[in-house]
């Protein structure tokens, strides 16, 4: 993706609070889902599982073995409609002009 690219789109997000739209929707769907709360759940299955090993994981070894977990929790349909929004979001910064089409990028 090209600086001058990258640029106008962060400029779009930045005007229309298209960034922040995305966030609060992504949150507040993973909130509903239940997913925030199977995260802590696998969280602490990670530690209760490390007690054997008399030491508790650094917070990085916990990102390390939880993320690819919490990933594959993220459900379906907020997948899907974080992808619309994001298509919504391109095709608005394709109306304003500033590209010709995706195909620029």
């Keep these: 993706m ?6 106008r789109v962060n400029m779009h997000l930045d005007v229309n ?5 995305v ?6 769907r993973l909130v509903e889902s239940g997913w925030r ?7 602490r299955k990670a530690v209760a599982d490390s007690n054997g090993s008399n030491s508790v ?4 070894e916990l990102i390390t073995i939880v993320t ?3 990933r594959a929790l993220v459900p379906d349909a907020v997948k899907r409609e974080l992808l619309h929004e994001i298509e919504l979001i391109m095709t608005n910064i394709e109306k304003s002009g500033y590209i010709k089409s ?4």
């Excluded at 994981?57 to 990085?60: H, K």
């Design 17 to 21: 609070n298209g960034l922040e739209r």
């Design 37 to 43: 709360e199977q995260v802590q759940l696998a969280c």
């Design 68 to 70: 690819p977990k919490a």
């Design 57 to 60: 994981p650094t917070i990085d």
């Design 23 to 28: 966030t609060e929707l992504v949150h507040t």
């Design 102 to 105: 995706f195909d620029d990028m």
């Design 2 to 7: 090209s600086q001058n690219y990258e640029s």
